[in-house]
C-alpha cells in the first residue's frame, strides 16, 4: 500500500477478486448519497461487482421467509435501494472501445483524496491498434449539497487524431446486489424500484421511479458539460431502459478534453417533489464553476479536520488508516433524522443497509468529540422511531416500554432470526448510554428535555417489565443475547445486566435533575411516569445481579457460561473462521467460545462495577475463547488493554483493528466497510491511549504513549469548547483552544484550564 498526505492510492490490476474491494474502499458518499466505486466502463462479465447507488434511509419492505409461523415473527423487513446507475460512461477513442479491464493498460491508479473530497482514477491506456490515452476520472459526492453527484471525466490523446465518443448512461431500473449463501447479504436480487416516468428535458435526462410497498419514489436527473477545442456533437436517445446522452468530440493530437456529468438524487422520504428538487440541484450546480464547487468541498473538510484531525507521529501508514476511517465514519453520517447510520454505512449492500447498536456503541463516540451535531442527528432518528420501538416491545410481550429494533431502516425489526438478533435486548442499553454520554459531552439540556428523557425512561421501563427480583432479592434479566452471538439466549448476560443497570440509574437521575422543568412534568404526566416508578427504576438499578465467579475470579458471560465445554481454537483449522460460516449456530451455543468482545466490553464502559484485578483476569480469560470473527471486537480489547494498563495488547489489537477495511482483514471489505470498526478504532486512541473519559463529573485523561509510536495529537470537543491533547514520549499537552475556562482530572490530581490555556504534566 502507497500512501500520501491523506490520500489512499492503491494501483489497479483490474484484478477480479480485488475490483469489488476496491468498489468499497473508493466509494463516494456524503451522508445522503453513497455510490460504489465500480469502472466507469464497466467490467469484464465472469468479474464479480456491486453497481450500487444508494441513498440513506430510502427502502422497501420485502417478506421475510419465516420456516414456521410462530407468534408475533418478523414477516416483512425493509431492504436498501439500490437506485438508479447514472455511473456508466462508455468511452471509445476513434471507434476503439475503452475497456482496461481486458488489457492494454499501461499504468493505472486509483486515488481517495480525502482532503479535497473525491477520488480519481488515473490510467494510460494504449488501445489494440495501438491509439494511447491518458485517463483521469475525477468523482466526487458533495458534503454541503447533499443530491449532488458528479463525474470529471478527461482524456488526453497522447499520440493520434481523431474522435473520442462518451456514450453516457442514465439507467433507471437496475437490482439490488445479493448472495444466497452468505447471511451478511441479502438472498434474493430483485429490482425494487419501478419507472413511473423517464425521458430528456432539453439535453437533462430525468426518472421517477417508485416500490412498490414502501411508496418511496426516488428521483434522478443527468446533465454534462463540455470542454474541449471542437465543438461536440450532441444527441440523446432512449435505447431500452437506458437514457443515453452521446458525445462525440473531434480531439487532436496532445489535446485533453473533459466532460463533467452532473447527476442528482432525490427521495419523496424528503421532498414533496423529488423530481423538481433534483432539477434544480444539477441545473444550480451547472451554473456554478466545477472548481467551485471542488473549493467548497475541500473547504467543508477543512473546518471537519480542524476539529478532527488526528496526528501519529512515528507511523504515517497508521496515521493514514486511521484517517481513511475516520473520513468514512463522516461519509456515513447523515444530515437529517430521516436515517440512521448503516453498518456499512452507504458504502455496500452488507446487511442489507440495516442500523444496529453498532451506530450508538461505537460510532457516535467518534461524532461526540468531533461534530456534535451530527451525534445528535443520530440521536434523534432514534427519537422519530420511539413510538415503533414501542410497539416493538408490545410485540414481544412487554406491558410497558421501548425495545429498540436490533435491526432496521426506519424504526422496525427486521431481524429474521430472533436468538442473535430481537432477543439482543441490548441495543437498548447502548442507545440509553450514547444518549446520557451525548448530554455530559454537550450540557445540551435542550436535547435531553426534548428528546433524550423519554429514550431513557421508555428503555428503562423496558428493563422493568423484562427483569424478576429472584429469592435473594437480585434482579435477573433472563433470556436475552448479549454481544457475543455464538452464544445466546441466556440468563444474566453480564454485560445486559450492566448496561441496563446504567440506563435504570440514567433515567432516574437525568429525571431527578430536570424533573421541576415544565416541560418535563408534561412528559411525565403524558407517559404517566411517576416518582415510583423512578424509585422502581433506582432499586433495579441498585439490586442488578451482576454474576460474579468466585473460582475464577472473574465475571462470567452468564449463568450457564463456565460451565459448557471450551472450544479448541487451535485445534480449528484456518479455513474454519468465521465460525458462523461453518457450524450450526446451535452447535456453537454449547461451547464457550466468543465471536466477540461481551464481558470485556462492559469492563470499559462501566469499569467502577469491577476491581482492577477482576477485570484483567476476565480480558486474560476472554481473549482465550475470542475468535474476533465480528469486526466488532479488537477495537474493544484494545480499548479495554489500555484501560487495564496491558499497552502491547493495546497496541496490537489496535493494529488489527485500524486496518481493517484497507488490509481487508475479514475478507467481506467488498461488501461494505465495517463502521462499527471505524468508529471502535477512534475510540480506542482517544479513550484508550488518551485515557479521556466523560462523565456527569466532566472530562478526565489518563493518556499514555505506545510503544513505537513518537506520539499523537488531536482536537476535540467538549461543552461548547475546543481542545487539543499532544501526548509524546515524556509529556502530555492539554491546550483549551477556544471556550470558557474549565477543570478536569489528570489521572488521580485536579486539573484547571484558564482561556487559551496550555496545560502540560510529565508523563
Ligand atoms: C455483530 C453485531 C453487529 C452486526 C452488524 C454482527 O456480526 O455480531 O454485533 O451489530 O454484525 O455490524
Request: with cysteine; proline share 4%.
Amino acid at each position: 500500500m502507497q500512501t500520501k498526505t491523506n490520500c489512499i492510492v492503491r494501483k489497479e490490476q483490474y484484478d477480479p477478486k480485488e475490483l469489488n474491494l476496491h468498489e468499497t474502499l473508493f466509494c463516494n458518499a456524503n451522508g445522503y448519497i453513497g455510490v460504489r466505486g465500480t469502472l466507469e466502463e464497466g467490467v469484464p462479465a465472469d468479474f464479480p461487482t456491486m453497481r450500487g447507488q444508494y441513498l440513506a434511509g430510502a427502502y422497501e419492505i420485502i417478506p421475510m421467509k419465516q420456516a414456521e409461523s410462530l407468534c408475533n415473527l418478523v414477516e416483512k423487513k425493509q431492504t436498501m435501494l439500490n437506485i438508479c446507475d447514472t455511473q456508466t460512461i462508455r468511452l471509445s477513442v476513434s471507434g476503439e472501445d475503452f475497456l482496461p479491464a481486458e488489457g492494454g493498460t499501461e499504468e493505472a491508479e486509483r486515488i481517495l483524496n480525502m482532503s479535497e473530497g473525491y477520488t480519481e482514477r488515473r490510467t494510460r491506456w494504449i488501445s489494440p491498434s495501438g491509439r494511447e490515452i491518458d485517463v483521469r476520472i475525477r468523482r466526487m459526492a458533495h458534503f454541503r449539497v447533499k443530491e449532488l453527484f458528479t463525474i470529471d471525466y478527461e482524456v488526453t490523446a497522447l499520440n493520434f487524431s481523431g474522435e473520442a465518443v462518451f456514450d453516457s448512461f442514465h439507467i433507471p431500473e437496475v437490482e439490488n446486489y445479493s448472495d444466497p449463501n452468505d447471511p451478511r447479504l441479502a438472498d434474493e436480487s430483485p429490482c425494487f424500484l419501478k419507472l413511473e416516468k423517464q425521458g430528456f428535458r432539453e439535453e437533462a435526462s430525468f426518472s421517477v421511479t417508485r416500490t412498490k410497498e414502501s411508496g418511496v419514489s426516488i428521483a434522478a436527473v443527468t446533465n454534462h458539460r463540455c470542454f474541449s477545442e471542437a465543438k461536440p456533437y450532441s444527441m440523446v436517445r432512449e435505447e431500452g431502459e437506458a437514457l443515453i446522452t452521446r458525445l462525440r468530440i473531434p480531439v487532436r493530437k496532445g489535446e485533453r478534453i473533459r466532460v463533467i456529468k452532473y447527476a442528482a438524487f432525490s427521495d419523496s422520504i424528503r421532498e414533496k417533489d423529488p423530481l423538481a428538487k433534483a432539477v434544480k440541484v444539477v441545473h444550480d450546480a451547472m451554473e456554478r464553476d466545477i472548481d467551485e464547487l471542488y473549493e467548497d468541498q475541500k473547504s467543508y473538510l477543512g473546518s471537519f479536520y480542524s476539529r478532527s484531525h488526528m496526528e501519529i507521529k512515528g507511523d504515517k501508514e497508521l496515521e493514514d488508516a486511521v484517517s481513511f476511517n475516520m473520513y468514512e465514519l463522516l461519509q456515513a453520517a447523515p444530515h437529517d433524522a430521516f436515517a440512521g447510520i448503516a453498518a456499512k454505512g452507504l458504502s455496500g449492500e452488507g446487511y442489507e443497509g440495516h442500523y444496529f447498536w453498532d451506530t450508538e456503541m461505537y460510532v457516535v463516540p467518534f461524532f461526540l468529540m468531533t461534530e456534535p451535531k451530527l451525534a445528535e442527528n443520530i440521536l434523534s432518528f432514534r427519537y422519530a422511531t420511539l413510538q415503533r420501538a414501542r410497539e416493538n416491545a408490545a410485540l414481544l410481550g412487554h406491558r410497558r416500554g421501548a425495545l429498540y429494533p436490533w435491526r432496521t431502516i426506519t424504526g422496525v425489526e427486521c431481524s429474521g432470526y430472533f436468538p442473535s438478533g430481537t432477543a439482543a435486548y441490548h441495543i437498548n442499553g447502548a442507545i440509553a448510554y450514547a444518549v446520557t454520554q451525548y448530554y455530559y459531552a454537550t450540557s445540551d439540556k435542550d436535547f435531553l428535555i426534548k428528546m433524550g428523557l423519554e429514550i431513557l425512561i421508555e428503555t428503562a421501563r423496558l428493563w422493568l417489565d423484562t427483569g424478576v427480583y429472584d429469592r435473594k432479592g437480585r434482579f435477573q434479566i433472563q433470556e436475552v443475547t448479549g454481544p457475543d452471538e455464538y452464544t445466546c439466549m441466556v440468563n444474566n448476560n453480564y454485560y445486559t445486566n450492566a448496561s441496563a443497570r446504567y440506563n435504570l440509574s440514567s433515567a432516574a437521575k437525568l429525571y431527578e435533575e430536570f424533573r421541576d422543568e415544565p416541560e418535563i412534568q408534561r412528559l411525565a404526566e403524558r407517559l404517566g411516569f411517576s416518582e415510583d416508578e423512578k424509585e422502581e427504576m433506582r432499586e433495579a438499578a441498585e439490586k442488578m445481579y451482576l454474576p460474579y465467579d468466585e473460582e475464577y475470579g472473574i465475571n462470567p458471560q452468564d449463568d450457564s457460561f463456565l460451565d459448557k465445554p471450551v472450544w479448541d481454537l487451535k485445534a480449528t483449522p484456518k479455513e474454519d473462521f468465521p465460525l458462523l460460516l461453518h457450524y450450526h449456530p446451535l452447535h456453537l451455543y454449547r461451547f464457550q467460545v466468543c465471536k466477540q468482545a461481551d464481558t470485556v466490553l462492559s469492563h470499559f464502559l462501566f469499569p467502577k462495577l469491577q476491581s482492577r484485578e477482576t477485570m484483567e483476569k476476565s480480558f486474560r480469560y476472554y481473549e482465550r475463547i475470542t475468535t474476533h470473527d465480528s469486526s466488532l471486537s479488537t477495537c474493544v480489547f484494545s480499548m479495554t488493554a489500555s484501560m487495564l494498563g496491558l499497552k502491547k495488547e493495546a497496541l496490537l489489537y489496535f493494529g488489527d483493528s485500524a486496518k481493517l477495511d484497507l488490509m481487508n482483514r475479514h475478507e467481506n471489505t467488498k461488501d461494505g466497510v465495517h463502521t462499527a470498526n471505524m468508529g471502535g478504532c477512534y475510540m480506542a486512541i482517544v479513550n484508550g491511549f488518551a485515557g479521556i473519559r466523560i462523565t456527569e463529573h466532566g472530562l478526565s485523561i489518563d493518556p499514555f504513549l505506545p510503544e513505537g509510536l513518537t506520539g499523537y495529537s488531536f482536537p476535540f470537543t467538549f461543552r461548547g469548547r475546543r481542545l487539543k491533547l499532544t501526548v509524546e514520549k515524556d509529556t502530555a499537552a492539554l491546550k483549551l483552544l477556544s471556550g470558557e475556562a474549565f477543570d478536569f482530572r489528570f489521572r488521580e490530581e485536579n486539573g484547571r484550564l484558564e482561556e487559551e490555556g496550555l496545560w502540560t504534566h510529565r508523563l
